[in-house]
């Protein structure tokens, strides 16, 4: 689907990248800052030369950028200040020929709850409220093939889950593949199907999203993140939390309403689990489940634990003082109690 | 106020008019391509741009008199396409305007071009609009300011011209005695009543001019990142 | 302030000192000068420099510097193109009346370098401000075709520059503007001239004065002296002048 060539040199290194991915809805570009990220997204779309570039077997790379059918939102993209913000978002709708997609500029408002904001001047929004205007403006140009460069960084982090549940949403129904390139991976973990990792000019890991975050893991310093999947059982008004039980599942989650949204994912840093051989009886933490560990890495000098909860992956860190104190072995059953949720 | 120079105010302003205008005609293009090009020439060519600010207006003035001689090659061209000679007449002086205005003309011009390009211009190539629509509604637009400031930069500035039309204009009514000819007139034939009135007409056009300027500057609007 | 010897100040200060202190027995003169004289004054002292003066020439139109000694510039010989100027100084006050020459007259030629006339403009300098376009005008206005064509110079070496560059066929210029360029250029141009009878136009007198705030009286009147000796003014009639009680310049 997308089958890509360049070579050009950078300041430090020169970005050399030969790519071909069959499939994905959300490709995520994880890589640490001046890693070319930016640079292949301007190449893809045309702002500077490549060598090579197909998408759905079309040849693009001699096209012009208005001809690619390539939407992409640059990194902390203006809006135009000549136009209000319902000016901003009606210019690319007016002005971007060749549409491929059947978006109103109604829906898209109404998806991203952009209404109070639309006759704003564009100087008094805030940082997070321009991006979710540029956004919009970005879907608006009517291309199936989007890209975003750090789209969503001024975002905080509930807005930002739930902002990228509707991009996932509108990937979905209107058949628009998105590439959003981040420097985090909790975001790309998130919402992205399909990664590439890329460091100095290079792409040196890629495939599915959770198998990349596992290599990243392992080689990055990174602190694992584990993604559960949920069904919502229901909302306890007397204690304004959610009761969610894990899919595939008899074990319930309480959490609070921020971090519940229409994607049913739920991203857990491995700092708030704790683990324990028994069932805690006396603990103030509610969310304990019960897991088997899988399997006991020895990376960065900290043992990273792989526990299975009824066919979902929780990462969990441990000290190496922590696991010889002990004495876990692969196929225990340990509990781990998840803080922070409720 | 004398008849005269009642003439000579209509007259700089005139020329202050066309002048403006013309040169927003040849700059907002030539700007546009300069602004967006990074060879090895730009600094050369922005010298050349700016020249008129270095050299003394008479020294400009007396070689666009040499040029405008029938002997010379432009002389006998201009005379041949109009019939008409250029030194001493309007449209002498018009085009000296034009290169004693460049650039405070050009300046603007170029600055917001390359605001617009930085910021603007390419996040709209990003979005996928063609070349055409981006000019017509998001480069003009956005240079508006720019084009206010050019504009009111290059009617002040030639308002106040006067050595270059001292040399090429040679002092006829209604056709190039502008304010700052008959002013220095006023001054050399000591009649100092009549040359205060007039500089009191001058200040007042110029400060108006310049209060505008600024009102225009202050209008440019960029989004705080 | 403590380390002014190594700020650009102390540079500054340093060569302004050196300048200033440079060792120089002769008393320096500032003389205002009106522009088409101030080549004129330059080749006479350099050819027979004042013993003990250094002349410092300032030189602009005689209106300017008109106007800069009435607002107290520190002029001490002030040699105008006209009379009226350095006249008006005395009666009010500026200069002194003993000191009052007439150093030269100014002296008029027709001058049309091309057998045919590029156009019907004649160039003369501003009659308003110039005596010699005052002259100019009134020999003009009796001798030439009506309605002239005038293009006015700001002064008679503007006037000059305009028939030199060829934008105008015609005008009255200074002989001493001729007689210099040929000088510089060996140009035959400069020499088809046809000088205006005296007697055709109103003389052009070219006065001097010394101002009355001089502090260097004797140097002044020194260089006062200088222009009016024989030698001197016969000099003057060479660089196409005419001097007073003389008038067959030829």
Redesign the interface.
């Known amino acids: 689907m997308i089958k890509l060539s360049l070579f050009k040199a950078l300041n430090n290194f020169d970005l050399d990248i030969n790519l071909e991915l069959e499939s994905f809805n959300v490709l995520g570009v994880y890589g640490p800052s001046g890693s070319g990220k930016s640079t292949l997204l ?1 190449c893809i ?3 500077e030369p490549a060598k090579s570039i197909h998408i759905n077997n079309q040849p693009v790379h001699e096209l012009p ?2 001809k ?7 990194q ?7 136009l209000d913000v319902a000016g901003n978002l009606a ?2 709708q007016k ?3 060749n549409k491929q997609t059947s978006l109103t500029l109604q829906y898209v408002v109404k998806t991203l709850e952009l209404q109070d904001l639309l006759n704003r001047d ?2 008094s929004l805030s940082g997070g409220e321009r991006q979710r205007v540029v956004f919009a ?2 879907l608006l ?1 009517g ?1 199936k093939f989007i890209m975003l460069d750090e789209p969503f960084s001024a975002l905080d982090w509930s807005l930002r889950f739930k902002t990228l549940t509707k991009l996932n949403e509108l990937a979905v129904k209107f058949n628009i593949k998105f590439i959003i390139v981040s420097h985090s991976l909790k975001e790309l973990l998130f919402c992205c199907d399909t990664l590439i990792q890329l460091d100095k000019g290079k792409v040196i890991n890629q495939g599915a999203s959770a198998h990349v975050a596992k290599a990243i893991y392992a080689n990055d310093r990174q602190t694992p993140l584990s993604l559960i999947n949920y069904d919502v059982v229901k909302f306890d008004e007397d204690y304004g939390l959610y009761q969610l039980q894990l899919q595939q599942s008899e074990q319930p989650l309480f959490v609070l309403p921020a971090l519940v949204d229409s994607s049913n994912k739920l991203i857990i840093e491995s700092e708030k689990m704790s683990l324990s051989a028994l069932k805690p009886e006396q603990t103030t933490h509610s969310n304990v489940l019960r897991s088997v560990l899988t399997q006991a890495e020895l990376i960065n000098n900290k043992w990273q634990l792989t526990l299975n909860v009824d066919g979902q992956t929780l990462y969990c860190l441990a000290s190496r003082r922590v696991w010889d104190k002990n004495d876990f072995k692969v196929g225990d059953v340990l509990y781990t109690t998840i803080s922070d949720l409720e | 106020m004398l008849q005269s120079d009642l003439t000579a105010l209509w007259l700089t302003i005139k020329l202050a008019f066309i002048t403006a205008v013309l040169l927003l005609v040849f700059c907002i293009p030539l700007a546009y391509k300069l602004a967006g090009y990074n060879g090895k020439f730009k600094p050369f060519l922005e010298a050349l741009i700016a020249m008129p600010l270095v050299l003394p207006p008479t020294l400009l003035g007396f070689y666009l008199l040499v040029l405008f001689s029938p002997d010379h090659a432009f002389g006998q061209f201009w005379f041949w396409l109009t019939g008409t000679q250029l030194a001493f007449s309007f449209q002498g002086v018009v085009i000296g305007s034009l290169f004693y205005s460049l650039p405070f003309v050009m300046q603007p011009l170029v600055a917001g071009f390359k605001h617009i390009n930085q910021t603007y211009n390419e996040a709209a190539i990003a979005l996928g609009l063609s070349p055409f629509k981006r000019f017509v509604h998001l480069i003009i637009p956005l240079l508006k300011p720019s084009i206010g400031s050019a504009f009111a930069l290059g009617f002040a500035h030639t308002l106040g011209e006067f050595g270059l039309v001292l040399m090429i204009g040679g002092n006829i009514q209604g056709q190039t005695q502008v304010v700052s000819i008959a002013l220095y007139d006023h001054v050399e034939s000591l009649n100092y009543t009549a040359a205060h009135q007039l500089s009191l007409i001058l200040l007042a056009i110029s400060f108006a001019c310049l209060v505008l300027l600024f009102k225009f500057n202050k209008s440019i609007v960029g989004v705080k990142q | 302030m403590s380390k002014l010897y190594n700020t650009w100040l102390g540079y500054f200060l340093c060569v302004i000192c050196m300048l200033s202190c440079s060792v120089n027995a002769k008393e320096t003169l500032q003389v205002a000068v009106a522009s088409n004289f101030k080549t004129v004054l330059e080749t006479l002292l350099k050819k027979s420099p004042l013993p003990n003066v250094d002349v410092k020439i300032s030189a602009a139109s005689s209106g300017v510097l008109y106007s800069q000694i009435v607002h107290g510039a520190p002029f001490d010989v002030f040699l105008s193109a006209d009379d009226f100027r350095p006249q008006s100084l005395i009666k009010e006050g500026y200069a002194e009346q003993s000191s009052l020459i007439t150093y030269a007259l100014g002296e008029l030629a027709l001058w049309q370098p091309k057998a045919e006339k590029v156009n019907d403009k004649v160039a003369i300098a501003n009659p308003r401000f110039s005596p010699y376009g005052r002259a100019s005008e009134h020999y003009a206005n009796n001798h030439f075709k009506k309605p002239i064509n005038y293009v006015y110079g700001n002064n008679i070496t503007h006037a000059f520059q305009f028939v030199q560059s060829g934008n105008v066929g015609v005008g009255l210029v200074a002989v001493s503007s001729l007689k210099a360029a040929y000088s510089n250029t060996q140009d035959q141009k400069y020499l088809d001239y046809t000088v205006l009878p005296t007697n055709q136009y109103p003389d052009i007198i070219q006065q001097g004065v010394i101002i009355s705030s001089t502090k260097k009286h004797a140097s002044a009147k020194q260089l006062m002296q200088f222009l009016m000796a024989e030698a001197t003014q016969q000099q003057l009639i060479e660089l196409g002048y005419r001097i007073k009680d003389n008038n067959a310049s030829k």
């Open positions: 301007r779309s045309g702002l950028s208005d690619r059918g390539i939407t992409l939102q640059l902390s993209c203006p809006l135009f200040p000549h210019f690319t002005h971007c020929g564009v100087q403006r970005t140009a291309q």
